[in-house]
């Protein structure tokens, strides 16, 4: 069972004082787990946190320990600063319009992959992102798989891609579909960098 800090209410905030966090970290966790179908008794079996604890992180009442928000990132395949960062730049425009400057960034260098979100926020069906994948970065050498269908576009360089065992060389214009149960994994073997517009249906971000 991995231990959690308990759960203390923090003394007020000066005036002028940050925004508290634990909202922010809160609401996203409940937005991926949600986008994954999943209830809080099955994130709780997945993560070893209790169903109480996860509660009160996605309602803002408790934070997490580092140790547990390490566990959640790695559940959800994202670094722990993807459930603190928020877009930059100020809104502009209508709610269903994402501005270049407001692009949330999943930095996956250790891959050597970064995952832009092109779609804004909200109850979508439907995610869109830009991957660039770095010379020599992949998803690793285990496919992996997740409901939902994946389709994209490879603007630029050339995309390794396998699906249920069978492989692909992808060059730039060439797009594919594919059904997400199926295992899949992806890579850049070329000299170059690689990106794709890549969309996921339900959301996975």
Not at 18 to 28: F, Y
Not at 84 to 94: E, L, M, R, V
Not at 169 to 185: C, E, I, K, N, Y
Request: proline fraction near 9%; hydrophobic fraction near 40%; charge should be negative.
């Amino acid at each position: 069972m991995i231990e959690d800090m308990p759960d203390v209410t923090p003394p007020p905030e000066p005036a002028g004082a940050a925004p508290d966090p634990a909202p922010v970290l809160g609401l996203r966790l409940r937005g991926m787990r949600q986008r994954r179908a999943w209830t809080l008794q099955e994130l709780s079996a997945r993560s070893g946190l209790s169903v109480g604890m996860l509660s009160q992180i996605e309602r803002g009442l408790s934070s997490p320990s580092i140790r547990s928000l390490q566990k959640l990132a790695e559940i959800f395949a994202v670094p722990i600063g993807w459930f603190f960062s928020d877009a930059g730049g100020a809104p502009q425009g209508p709610a269903w319009v994402l501005r270049r400057a407001q692009r949330r960034v999943l930095d996956l260098s250790a891959k050597g992959i970064t995952k832009e979100l092109l779609s804004p926020e909200g109850d979508g069906s439907i995610e869109m992102m830009l991957i660039t994948v770095e010379p020599g970065g992949s998803t690793g050498d285990a496919p992996y798989s997740h409901a939902g269908e994946d389709a994209g576009t490879v603007i630029e360089g050339v995309l390794g891609l396998e699906v249920d065992g069978t492989t692909s060389t992808l060059q730039a214009g060439d797009s594919f579909r594919f059904v997400s149960t199926l295992p899949h994994r992806f890579w850049n073997n070329g000299p170059l960098r690689c990106v794709v517009v890549w969309a996921v249906t339900p959301p996975l971000y």
